[in-house]
């Protein structure tokens, strides 16, 4: 059953193959590293942002962005855990508006911050207090809420 090999049988390697192989495993080595050098991330530095605050009956959400809108970090009421209808409370903006101003500031040296808040819920009030705790100075705050011209189509008119 069991059947011996010779050594003719085995096919060893010339050293020149040998050596073609180390070559190209330095090769594919060097291509790797000049690869990881390409793709590293620079950090940016953002001193002045933007923080808008959507808060609505049900959640709230907090984005922080550049001056030019590009998102820098983001997080909702949802996001942070909470559930039903305990999104929409104060608290819950506070905690998500905590985690968001913390990557911000830690990854991005956020220092100034233009505030839009857009809405009528629970978490408008909080966000800011939120901010103006983690030491994020605040150089305006703007109401956005939309608000209807005219309002929807009025309803028929009753027959008598």
């Known amino acids: 059953m069991a059947e011996e090999i010779t050594k003719s049988q085995v096919e060893t390697p010339t050293e020149n193959e040998e ?3 180390d070559a190209a495993t330095v090769e594919n080595a060097e291509t790797a590293k000049v690869a990881k050098k390409k793709s590293r991330k620079v950090k940016r530095s953002v001193p002045l942002g933007r923080v808008n605050i959507q808060a609505t009956f049900n959640n709230t959400i907090i984005t922080f962005s550049d001056s030019h809108g590009n998102v820098l970090s983001a997080s909702s009421a949802g996001a942070c855990g909470f ?5 929409g409370t104060a608290y819950a903006a506070q905690i998500a508006t905590d985690k968001a101003a913390d ?3 830690n990854q991005y040296g956020l220092a100034k911050v233009e505030v839009f808040i857009k809405g ?3 978490g408008r009030d909080a966000a800011i207090r939120a901010l103006a705790n983690h030491e994020l100075q605040i150089e305006s705050i ?3 809420t939309g608000v209807p011209h005219g ?3 009025p309803k028929r008119e009753r027959r008598a």
């Open 103 to 105: 990557i911000a500031k």
């Open 142 to 144: 703007n109401d956005v």
């Open 19 to 21: 050596i073609k192989t």
């Open 120 to 122: 009528v819920g629970l």
């Open 83 to 87: 559930r039903g209808s305990k999104k």
């Open 151 to 153: 309002g929807v189509r």
